[in-house]
């Protein structure tokens, strides 16, 4: 593994001036590989345009025709694809003002940040350490982070759930926040080790010549050169504890720790078959999870460009 | 002495390393590992929610449930209990196909989006968007699509077919979980792909062209050998990650109709929390389904790294 890691960063010499290896060199390599070899027919790029066109309706589809129907308000409309009469906000703000929306919005809010933070922070040290130093137990640590992501995780939620209780950690955002990390730092970690590998050595080095500790060369020089690698496992953490569904039902139990999974459960049976609020929820839920996706989609291909492909 | 020095000296050389691996180390072994430990032991007897010791009030019960040895794994491989291996040959028809059409449309897109072409940001925005989606809400959008009165149908009638109960029958409900997997999943291998197409050296590319070879010789030659760490890499994450998809299976059709969609780990969990909850057995369906992944991992590394000495 290590030797394919080595041979790798080895075949890329372009790499070695990645200094300021931010979203701006990252696209410019994007645009460059990229330029029009030969010219194309006007056939073909039709072909290519069509291909692309069906592909993003599919893709767009099914979240589009949720927030039309979410906009129908009529009694039983949503069950009507062809009507479109009756279109307003009422299931909007019916949600907001008649259910407890607001207190697991926030909640979840809490519980997403708490896990990008402290997921993207220690997944950073590992990955870096695992990057960087031949400690032994680094091969034990690399299979670890594989491993972890083999685990059946449903059906450990019971034994979870006893050591939670026993550390008082049951009906707390803390430790909700804590169980969603096992879930996001293995490919995390993984992936940013696979980051940090393309950011060149000598980097290191010269923190080390400037009299840096280690910790403070990646913290000073090699963490802000990530940035594409980071912007893509925040985002990984960020949804991974925003549309979590299993251990916020087992963990939370009280109305006022309820996350937005759990709460909109207890919505279900409270207004039953009432699709229409449940598609006003549902867009409502997405719209972060969509910010976030703004905020960092332009890093997502930099930032993948190195990490996926190793491990 | 000598080797209280030998301690000491490696210390120093390695604690950086340590102390960096561990939050992440620490925290898995607590989390997973003891969990995972205790449900081991657990598979090893006839531990039911009847006889599991629990608190009732202030009263205390203590666990009763006795060692069966290795009867639940007996129970489960000798076929038995009368789901696993059918429930195991769905699973792997379930990984397979997902995993294949994620590796192909995600490879077909962003050879396509690599391409200079206008629009681009605008397609990859559209095309990545089903990532961004939390997972229960792209099920419950599905849902709304596949429902009787869905869209789906309403096209059907439209046409004057009839309409299809999707999710009520075993074949059409196995092909609708198949396609909101297959939505969910392009996105994260496009985007891989399009990181690892740029890690391709142009000038591959001219020299092929150089020496006259087609687009698809070009493809094949120059494109897929570039992209095979990636490759490797999502195909193995890809599998071990369809193989315990746990949300898409149980928010869509909760394993319906009668089980059968239901894949090892939503069975597994179906034992441990449906009806009388069987922990023993489903901590043995547990251990079943991480040997077999790491089986399955531990050969397909053995194997990639043998291609990656003779090519």
Not at chain 2, 155 to 170: C, E, I, R, S, Y
């Amino acid at each position: 593994m290590s030797a394919a890691t080595e041979s790798v960063q080895s075949a890329e010499p372009g790499r070695a001036g990645r200094a300021n290896a931010d979203a701006a060199s990252g696209k410019a390599r994007y645009s460059r590989s990229t330029a029009s070899r030969t010219r194309r027919s006007p056939l073909a790029s039709i072909a290519i345009h069509a291909t692309l066109i069906a592909a993003s309706f599919i893709a767009v589809f099914p979240i589009a025709w949720v927030a039309l129907t979410s906009l129908k308000t009529k009694d039983g409309q949503w069950a009507h694809p062809g009507d479109f009469s009756h279109l307003n906000f009422g299931n909007y703000s019916k949600v907001l003002s008649d259910t407890d929306f607001v207190t697991w919005f926030r909640n979840s809010l809490i519980v997403s940040l708490g896990t990008t933070v402290l997921a993207v922070f220690i997944a950073a040290t590992c990955g870096y350490a695992v990057s960087r130093m031949r400690f032994p137990g680094f091969r034990a640590t690399m299979w670890l982070l594989l491993v972890v992501q083999m685990f059946p995780i449903a059906v450990l939620i019971v034994p979870l759930y006893n050591i939670m209780s026993k550390l008082h950690l049951v009906n707390s955002f803390a430790g909700l926040v804590l169980v969603y990390c096992t879930t996001a730092v293995p490919y995390c970690a993984w992936m940013l080790k696979g980051y940090f590998d393309t950011i060149p050595i000598d980097i290191d080095e010269a923190g080390k010549v400037d009299g840096l500790s280690p910790f403070g060369t990646f913290w000073r020089l090699v963490l802000p050169l990530a940035r594409p690698g980071l912007a893509v496992v925040a985002f990984y953490s960020f949804l991974t504890a925003w549309a979590e569904v299993a251990f916020a039902n087992t963990f939370m139990q009280s109305t006022d720790k309820y996350t937005l999974a759990v709460g909109l459960r207890t919505f279900v049976s409270q207004f039953k078959s009432e699709w229409g609020l449940m598609t006003a929820a549902s867009v409502m839920i997405a719209i972060p999870a969509g910010v976030m996706f703004l905020l960092v989609q332009r890093n997502l291909v930099a930032g993948l460009t190195s990490g996926s492909a190793k491990g | 002495m000598r080797v209280l020095r030998g301690v000491r000296r490696s210390f120093d050389k390695y604690w950086y390393g340590w102390a960096m691996a561990a939050p992440v180390v620490l925290v898995m072994l607590v989390l997973v590992g003891y969990p995972f430990v205790w449900g081991a032991y657990l598979s090893t007897t006839n531990a039911d929610e009847s006889n599991i010791g629990h608190d009732i009030g202030v009263n205390h019960i203590p666990p009763s449930y006795k060692s069966v040895g290795l009867h639940n794994y007996w129970d489960i491989l000798s076929g038995n209990d009368g789901h696993f291996y059918s429930t195991l040959t769905w699973t792997l028809i379930w990984t397979f196909v997902n995993v294949f059409f994620h590796i192909t449309i995600g490879l077909g897109l962003a050879v396509l989006l690599n391409r200079k072409i206008r629009f681009r940001g605008g397609y990859r925005l559209m095309l990545i968007l089903p990532w961004a989606v939390p997972g229960f809400v792209a099920a419950f959008a599905w849902r709304l699509l596949y429902n009787d009165n869905g869209v789906f149908n309403s096209t059907l009638k439209f046409f004057g077919m009839h309409g299809v109960q999707w999710l009520a029958q075993p074949t059409s409900a196995k092909i609708a979980v198949i396609a909101v997997n297959v939505w969910m999943g392009v996105p994260f291998m496009m985007v891989s792909f399009l990181g690892g197409l740029q890690t391709i050296p142009r000038e591959l590319y001219e020299a092929a062209e150089m020496d006259g070879a087609t687009a698809w010789q070009r493809f094949r030659m120059v494109t897929l050998p570039g992209l095979r760490p990636v490759m490797m890499t999502v195909t193995l994450l890809g599998v071990i990650w369809t193989f315990n998809k746990f949300d898409v299976i149980f928010l869509v059709t909760e394993g319906g109709p009668a089980g059968t969609t239901d894949i090892l780990v939503t069975h597994a969990y179906q034992i441990a929390f449906a009806n009388i909850r069987q922990y023993a057995e489903a901590a043995s369906y547990g251990v079943v389904i991480l040997s077999m992944l790491l089986v399955f991992a531990t050969v397909y590394r053995r194997s990639q790294a043998k291609l990656e000495v003779q090519a």
